[in-house]
């Protein structure tokens, strides 16, 4: 087995990396994540000409987000996107919903309890609980500052 030098490894790991493309995916990130905005600013003005006031139309473009996001992931669409728009897919709530329904599809042949109802929160399990700790600390903090 023969040994590379520190410089010699790093140069060889620039030859066989490609070279990444940092304006591009910058451009696309914000062209795919504006993409999803706007159509959450679309549906939410949809909703509203339906008659729904501002409160329940944007839960409603949550809903709607959530469930388009899930319903291209179990499709095999949803990565197929990501994968060319890039971190604009991450956008919140598609990004989390992408989260949640991946594993769960990964593992559904093993069962619903064992397969997709352990692998359900594998992902989106930690963001959970340090989500909430975190609001909890910071909630302690702010009504801790209220008090002086």
Known sequence: MKLFSKEEYKRRVELASPPTTVGKNCLLAFLSGGTICTLGQVLCNLYQRLGLELPQARAGVSISLIFLSALLTALG????????????????????????VSPALEFKSEGFVTGLGAKLFTVAGPVLVYGVTASVVYGLILFGLSLL
């Open 77 to 100: 669409l949803y990565d197929k996107l990501a994968k060319h728009a890039g971190a604009g897919t991450l956008v919140p709530i598609t990004g989390f919903a992408n989260s949640m």
